[in-house]
């Protein structure tokens, strides 16, 4: 490798960086925490897995994009296609979960006595469906940036996949503990019944503004 490497290394970190701050990469992390009432190392768990999954997909089809001389512009269209249908999906999760948590705020208060197994299930659920997100939901910067490593051989390669990864994951686990602790901050009262409500909102509004706004 050249020292030029050096330029796409300093690109690839900023590019992570920046990627990193949009609201989705954070945002359903400190609302279903703060209404399922997380401990800081679930949270950070969760994150971290969900971040892996995250840049882990994008590798693997810029992999194969690369191994089988596949065009830079033919890859980019796979992983704008599957970022569309992952936004949708993270904006149809957001309004599900809150219309979930509208019939869980009824159970609360006529006390159902199924009110604790359903949360229970529900908690799983909610978690494999974060995880899922963030599997389907692309990192569409670091297709073209693995294509421009890849003229320094694959160990420019796995150099420019590994900036990327380490940038982007500890970004959302950053923003998401920061995010977290200032929610807790927040003392909802009687609304607190409805957190998990609040949540599916603000998920699909934030997925709505992720798709509106293109970031």
């Not at 971290?48 to 994008?58: D, K, P, T, W």
């Not at 089809?61 to 999906?89: C, K, M, Q, T, Y």
């Not at 609360?108 to 229970?120: A, G, L, M, N, Q």
């Amino acid at each position: 490798m050249d020292g030029t490497v050096w330029i796409v290394a300093a690109s690839t970190i900023s590019i992570a960086f920046f990627h990193a701050l949009a609201p989705d990469h954070w945002m359903p992390f400190i609302m279903i925490g703060r209404a399922q009432k997380w401990l800081t190392t679930k949270l950070i768990w969760v994150t971290f897995l969900s971040g892996i999954g995250h840049v882990a997909s994008s590798i693997v089809i810029g992999g194969i994009g690369l191994f089988l001389g596949f065009s830079l512009s033919s890859v980019e269209g796979w992983e704008s296609s599957r970022g569309s249908i992952a936004i949708l999906l993270l904006i149809g999760f957001g309004v599900a979960y809150a219309l979930w948590g509208l019939k869980h705020a009824r159970k609360h208060r006529h006390k159902h006595s199924d009110i604790f197994d359903d949360e229970t299930k529900q908690r799983t659920v909610t978690v494999w469906t974060i995880f899922a997100l963030f599997v389907l939901g692309p990192c569409e910067p670091l297709i073209p940036l693995m294509f421009l490593a890849s003229k320094y051989g694959w160990s420019g390669v796995l150099w420019i996949t590994f900036l990327f990864s380490i940038v982007t994951i500890a970004m959302m686990i950053g923003q998401t503990l920061l995010g977290y602790s200032g929610f807790n901050l927040v003392k909802l009262g009687t609304l607190d019944h409805y957190s998990h409500s609040i949540a599916g909102v603000v998920i699909a509004l934030t997925g709505t503004m992720v798709l509106i706004l293109g970031i």
